[in-house]
């Protein structure tokens, strides 16, 4: 029997991952529900145990939904990969003759698609409800948008680490949201300038030059604590 | 007459400018390989792991095992339970890092040359890799697109008809049974060409009869030239290529 060549088809592969997973998670709506029904109800119930007051709304609705955000992206962060390693589909991937970063990065961006987007979606709709000013939406949006990539990317270092770990969802929240907090202060930064009329634009780029920094630099870290935690 | 069957051989081998071999062409006296198939010498695989050790929770597993397994070898992997039969099994597919000793594929060491290891590598575990949300169908062409193949729906048809899933193909592994499930991750045999399989109890959950096909499939791979590693605790028909490691036993 002859000695197979590695193929490249890398392409094919990245492709193949990403229907699958998206297929898995449409198919476990639940899943995907959790941190957005968690998300719409923390920014329902802020009005109501706060003030209806509409001024003290506007003031605190940035850093209320970019905080709110990032603790629902946190919450589906654990599921990442633990389906995966539960049915050992995860060592496979790893078997696979293919980049391991690149594979992982098809996984991030399905978690992105399903978490991260439609949280940037929905966050206007919620900012009328916390009478933000109507410039904002926008910013926000993109803040959302572009802020909650960067924190999937990051989130699934600490997801991988942890994967082999039976509790580990406390660990993984000790892990990662230090290094949320970057993220967070742009984020929420971009908001409140865009509330106060200034120019968002600086802010967003900073959290367009996280984002680079973490697809540049993430998707190897991922690789490697999927390793390390699949030896364990 | 034999330099011309020779020179006919040595254009069919991949390294046919070698050295000795263009000497010979330019009339040269040169040393002539005699056994049959020399020339695909180069072709062929060989894992072999040396001094191999592995240490849990302060006790050695086992400690300086020599092994190598080529084309057309089968090696079986006994021992009690807790021995360590599925470390070893995931130290020689590469996926543990921390153990003692190294590993070659192609008498080249792992570590640089992993990704031509993986391509003529198939691992089946303890868990079967297998998505209870989708359909076997689905599954398959997952794997096979992990290689960069894109496969045909055909191919996946006729190797889930083969496993003996017939009928079953798109309905989610959910709902079926344990065995059943185990034959989806066994379908990945009949897809794609891997000369080295390991295997990590094949036989788990399987029934008498697919118990007896599974086992014809392992000889009939070994007898094409492929190579089988695996542990079980099912009697396996005793054949000349059938080798035994044994752990555990001091």
């Avoid at chain 2, 209870?132 to 190797?159: C, F, I, K, T, V």
């Avoid at chain 2, 007896?212 to 070994?222: F, G, N």
Wanted: proline fraction near 6%; charge should be neutral; hydrophobic fraction near 50%.
């Amino acid at each position: 029997m002859q000695v197979v060549e590695p193929k490249t088809g890398l392409a094919v592969a990245v492709k193949a991952t990403v229907k699958r997973d998206l297929t898995l998670l449409l198919r476990r709506r639940g899943e995907v529900l959790n941190p957005l029904v968690f998300f719409a109800l923390v920014i329902t119930l802020f009005p109501l145990g706060i003030s209806p007051d509409t001024d003290l709304l506007a003031e605190i609705a940035p850093g209320l939904l970019w905080v709110a955000a990032l603790l629902a992206t946190q919450l589906s962060l654990d599921v990442l990969f633990r389906g995966d390693f539960d049915d050992g589909s995860l060592e496979q991937l790893l078997l696979a003759p293919q980049p391991l970063p690149a594979l992982v990065l098809s996984k991030v961006l399905v978690h992105w698609l399903l978490t991260g987007l439609p949280l940037a979606v929905m966050a206007p709709l919620l900012g009328v409800m916390l009478a933000l000013p109507a410039g904002s939406y926008a910013v926000l949006a993109v803040s959302l948008a572009l802020g909650s990539a960067s924190l999937s990317l990051i989130g699934a270092i600490g997801a991988a680490l942890t994967v082999g770990l039976a509790r580990g969802g406390v660990l993984l929240s000790l892990l990662v949201l230090p290094l949320y907090i970057p993220v967070l202060i742009f984020g929420a930064g971009a908001v409140q300038v865009a509330v106060l009329g200034g120019n968002a634009a600086p802010h967003l780029a900073l959290l367009g030059a996280l984002l680079a920094l973490a697809l540049m630099l993430a998707p190897w870290a991922i690789a490697a604590a999927l390793r390390i935690s699949i030896n364990g | 007459m034999r330099c011309v069957s020779w020179a006919r051989h040595a254009f069919n081998g991949r390294d046919w400018l070698a050295k000795e071999r263009v000497w010979s062409l330019m009339g040269f006296a040169c040393k002539v390989p005699s056994e049959p198939g020399w020339w695909e010498n180069a072709v062929t695989f060989r894992l072999e792991g040396r001094g191999l050790g592995c240490e849990r929770d302060d006790r050695w597993l086992f400690a300086n095992l020599d092994l190598a397994v080529g084309p057309g070898e089968m090696l079986r992997v006994e021992g009690p339970n807790g021995s360590g039969k599925t470390t070893l099994l995931k130290i020689l597919s590469g996926q543990l890092s921390e153990h003692d000793g190294e590993l070659l594929w192609s008498g080249k060491p792992m570590r640089r040359n992993r990704t031509a290891f993986l391509a003529n590598l198939l691992y089946l575990g303890h868990a079967p890799g297998v998505k209870s949300a989708l359909s076997p169908l689905e599954n398959l062409a997952w794997y096979q697109a992990l290689n960069g193949e894109h496969g045909s729906e055909a191919s996946r048809m006729a190797a889930l008809d083969e496993i003996g899933l017939y009928g079953f193909e798109d309905v989610p592994v959910a709902q079926l049974s344990a065995g059943q499930q185990r034959r989806v991750a066994l379908a990945r045999m009949l897809l794609s060409p891997r000369p080295l399989w390991v295997l990590d109890e094949p036989f788990t959950a399987i029934d008498r009869q697919g118990v007896a096909a599974l086992e014809t499939r392992l000889q009939t791979h070994v007898a094409r030239g492929g190579s089988v590693i695996l542990t079980t605790h099912h009697e396996l028909t005793p054949l000349p290529a059938l080798r035994r490691v044994s752990l555990g036993v001091s």
